[in-house]
């Protein structure tokens, strides 16, 4: 799929710093007291610290949300959601859950989950919000429900990585609790991505118009690891100004595939047993359909 415009007249990053400057809304990211006091404030470069911004015109995103409504044990259930973003989903949860914690390792996203919690008026008692690694934390209580929607655990690119997320998500899961994690379906295995990623190096992933300005997210192909089945792709997000496609912000990300048995293979040898396993959120069967949705407990 080619979006229109693509490729036209474009410009490279770095040469467009004033544009930038320009263009972005003005609206300062809110500022966290709880992040800047934390401890964990220490942590890594944030690689979405530009790309956040679009994080939320995404057209492409599965419509998940009832899906993990309907997920939830009981209305008084405690939810742990793991990469939680800009609180996509965390934030219509908090409405039907008893309580909803999220955390994330991009103090970007979470500026912006953060500025739609205070907006909404969700007091403490209901969500919360915490900067911190889903592969180690220790959040000193359990939760009936973890999750981590739009494919979170593919970004594990390391053993170590996949490891620490099962071992927390263990020491997080309250008696009869469950935990649900998502990939996308390879379709036509690894090999099947393999060949695509050879035929072409770049797509556009969507197009859009927000409040008049054209917006859109190319997808360039920069290697692969085909040992251990990992995409490195980079994110490109664009805005159209003065008759021409800008870049405005790159974001590079591991993609680690899973075939649907390795997927709960993976989930098995960590000492899980697997309860329900879906391809969709269209009532789509495991490995059937775009992506891979396995629930399990300990
Ligand atoms: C694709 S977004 C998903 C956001 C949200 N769950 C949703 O469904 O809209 C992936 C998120 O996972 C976070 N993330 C990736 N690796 C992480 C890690 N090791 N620790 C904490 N957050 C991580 C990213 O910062 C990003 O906000």
């Keep these: 799929m080619r979006c229109p415009g693509h490729g036209q007249d474009r410009r490279v990053p770095g040469s467009i710093s004033s544009v930038r400057r320009a263009l972005h809304t003005g609206r300062a990211p809110v500022r966290c007291s709880w992040l800047e006091a934390s401890g964990e404030a220490q942590m890594d470069e944030d690689i979405r610290a530009e790309a956040a911004q679009y994080y939320d015109v995404n ?29 996509r989903v965390l934030l219509p949860l908090a409405a039907w859950c008893g ?12 500026a912006r989950c953060l500025q739609k919690v205070q907006a909404a008026a969700i007091p403490s008692t ?11 934390f220790a959040l000193g209580r359990a939760f009936d429900l973890i999750i981590a929607p739009y494919r979170v655990f593919q970004l594990l690119e ?4 996949v490891d ?22 390879p379709q036509g295995g690894f090999e099947g991505v393999q060949q695509a990623w050879e035929r072409a190096t770049e797509l556009c992933r969507w197009e859009v118009t927000v409040d008049g300005v054209r917006l859109r997210c190319d997808e360039r192909w920069l290697r692969l690891d085909p040992e251990r089945h990992i995409l490195y792709p980079e994110l490109v997000y664009c805005r159209y100004v003065d008759d021409a496609w800008v870049e405005d912000a790159v974001l590079q990300i591991p993609r680690r595939c ?17 309860a329900q396993r879906w391809g969709g959120y269209a009532g789509e069967r495991y490995g059937e359909g775009p992506e891979l949705v396995v629930q399990f407990s300990v």
Excluded: W
């Design 59 to 87: 057209p492409t995103i599965p419509d998940d949300i009832a899906f993990y409504q309907a997920c939830l044990p009981s209305s008084d259930a405690a939810v742990l959601e793991l990469g939680c973003g800009t609180g």
């Design 99 to 110: 309580f909803i914690h999220g955390i994330d390792r991009s103090q970007a996203m979470l």
């Design 126 to 136: 209901k969500a919360r919000v915490e900067l911190g690694d889903i592969t180690d």
């Design 158 to 161: 390391t053993e170590a990585q």
């Design 164 to 185: 620490g997320l099962f071992q927390c998500v263990r020491a997080h899961l309250a008696p009869g609790g469950t935990c649900i994690l998502n990939v996308f379906h």
């Design 258 to 274: 899973y075939a649907p048995d390795a997927f709960e293979q993976v989930i098995r040898e960590h000492g899980f047993r697997i």
